[in-house]
Every structure is written in structure tokens, then in C-alpha cells.
């Protein structure tokens, strides 16, 4: 079972920023979050990860809760090419990657 | 440089054919996963190479799938009797190590007949 809840679908308008938010209630202290997005017909690509603290990369920003139950991936303006479906990814007690279902993010021109 | 990449792309094959699956990770990359997708799902994990070995293959889900790594690169999965069931989208991931970012191929299409 996916260990992170997130929106099925969002939208957002060409240019804007878009917040997509992840609930993870059950996370443990030492539980990096993660996310990835895919493309249609493409594997998923890395987006970003964190721990405690607040992390900026080229592609996003990853806002983590202070209490770390939720976290927030922010794509600062959104371009048409970032519509996608977006994974918020804890792993298992394996260490393996547990995919949900993702947010199916839409972006209008 | 060049990415992960899994052949065939698609294959489409009768119930009760034998399939094999190829994956030729990033060069370097000692990390190797396997994935399942069906549709509208996010990717299911199946099985975890580090070097030659697997290190978990818990998500395989039964005795039909096997996957190898001989060499410590490519990685073959093997699917024997498929069922209808089997019909999904195979992904491939590898990684420097266990732990750090994975880098997917764009998967191959398996349609079972």
C-alpha cells in the first residue's frame, strides 16, 4: 500500500506556480521523501527529494512540514511541458520505492 | 550521455509464450530495479540487482518471473506461461547506488494475447 496520499488531479495556467501537496502521516524519522514525475509514454524522472529541511533544485522546490507528516512540490511557472503525473515516494521497510498513484498535473496554455 | 534502455519497446506475444526483457543500465551505475505499471497505477516494484546479485526480490509476484544480472550490467527479465494478467508496461531503473536518484528507461509495452 502506497504510503503517501496525494490529490488525483490538479490544474494550473501556463506560467503560474503550481503547489502539489502530499500527505505522508505515517512517516518515520529517518524516511527521505521523494518525487518523481512521468511524462506520457516515458519512464518517471527524478524531480527532488528531502528530509527536514526545505530543498531547491533547477527543477522544483520541495516544502517538508515542520512535524514532517506533509510536504508541498512547488514548480515555480509552470510551462506546458511540465504537465505530467507527479509521485510523492516514501520507501518500504525493504527500502524499495512505494509508487501511489500520483497527481495527474494539467497545465492550460 | 546515454540514459537507461529497455528493448524490445513493445512486444506482443500469445498466453502461454515465454518473454525475455532487456535492460541496459547507466554505465556506472551499480544499482538496478525492476518495475511494473498498469494502467493509470504508478510503477510496482518487482525486483533489486546491486551488482550481480539481488538484493530483494520480494515484489516478484510468483514463480513465472525471474530476472538476472550476470555481469554486474545488462538485466533480463524472464516471464514463463504468461498469463493475460502479465499485460503491463515493464520499467527499468538503475542508480550510482542504493539510496541515490534512479534513472528510468521508458519501459517495455508487454501485451499478452
Known amino acids: 500500500d502506497a504510503k503517501t496520499t496525494q490529490p488525483n488531479s490538479m490544474e494550473s495556467n501556463e506560467e503560474e506556480p503550481v503547489h502539489l501537496p502530499c500527505n505522508h502521516s505515517t512517516i518515520s524519522g529517518t524516511d527521505y521523501i521523494h518525487w518523481y514525475r512521468q511524462l506520457p509514454s516515458q519512464g518517471p524522472e527524478y524531480v527532488i527529494h528531502?528530509?527536514?529541511s526545505n530543498v531547491n533544485n533547477r527543477m522544483a522546490s520541495l516544502a517538508i512540514a515542520e512535524d514532517r507528516k506533509s510536504s508541498t512540490l512547488i514548480l515555480h511557472r509552470a510551462t506546458l511541458r511540465d504537465a505530467a503525473v507527479y509521485y510523492c515516494?516514501?520507501?518500504?521497510?525493504?527500502?524499495?520505492?512505494?509508487f501511489g498513484p500520483g497527481t495527474r498535473l494539467s497545465v492550460l496554455p | 550521455g546515454a540514459g537507461v534502455s529497455q528493448t524490445p519497446s513493445n512486444k506482443v506475444t500469445e498466453k502461454g509464450k515465454y518473454v525475455e526483457l532487456r535492460c541496459d543500465p547507466i554505465s556506472g551505475h551499480t544499482a538496478l530495479y525492476w518495475y511494473r505499471q498498469s494502467l493509470g497505477q504508478g510503477p510496482e516494484f518487482l525486483i533489486y540487482?546491486?551488482?550481480?546479485?539481488?538484493?530483494?526480490d520480494s515484489g516478484l509476484p510468483n514463480d513465472r518471473f525471474f530476472a538476472v544480472r550476470p555481469e554486474g550490467s545488462v538485466s533480463t527479465l524472464k516471464i514463463q506461461r504468461t498469463e493475460r494478467g502479465d499485460s503491463a508496461v515493464y520499467l527499468c531503473?538503475?542508480?550510482?547506488?542504493?539510496?541515490?536518484?534512479?534513472?528510468f528507461g521508458d519501459g517495455t509495452r508487454l501485451s499478452i494475447l
Open positions: 531503473a538503475s542508480s550510482l547506488g542504493p539510496g541515490q536518484p534512479q534513472h
Open positions: 540487482f546491486q551488482g550481480t546479485g539481488a538484493a530483494d
Open positions: 515516494i516514501l520507501r518500504d521497510e525493504g527500502q524499495n520505492f512505494v
Open positions: 528531502g528530509l527536514t
